[in-house]
């Protein structure tokens, strides 16, 4: 079955880096879109950035853009998500999310369990 294990959170301080991982398993990596999603208290789940199947075509969310990377390894099952000069606007749980196809429309239909990131002093 589809797994989705994202690891890499932690505390951090602001202006500083930190680098996701999501490892998968049980389907094609190399076949579909991949996304990272981010939810904090009281705020509504937010596709962060996502990447064709490729990798050859990314996007961000516009204030994470210039400062968010994200990649994949298609040969060794793993998305990432770095972040740069983190705010404490970008603290939340993150999750790697898993597309339903190649295509951007479908979206996505799998998620991981989450990994905390939080940007405090």
């Known amino acids: 079955q589809v797994q989705l294990v994202e690891s890499g959170g932690g505390l951090v301080q602001p202006g500083t880096s930190l680098t996701l991982s999501c490892t998968a398993s049980g389907f094609a990596l190399s076949s579909v879109i991949m996304g990272w999603y981010r939810q904090s208290p009281g705020k509504e789940r937010e596709l962060v950035a996502q990447i064709s199947s490729t990798g050859s075509a990314r996007d961000y969310v516009e204030s994470v853009k210039e400062r968010f990377v994200i990649s994949r390894d298609n040969a060794e099952n793993i998305l990432y998500l770095q972040m740069n000069n983190l705010r404490p606007e970008d603290t939340a749980v993150y999750y790697c999310?898993?597309?339903?196809?190649?295509?951007?429309?479908?979206?996505?239909?799998?998620w991981g369990q989450g990994t905390q990131v939080t940007v405090s002093s």
């Open positions: 999310a898993k597309g339903r196809s190649s295509a951007w429309t479908p979206g996505y239909d799998y």
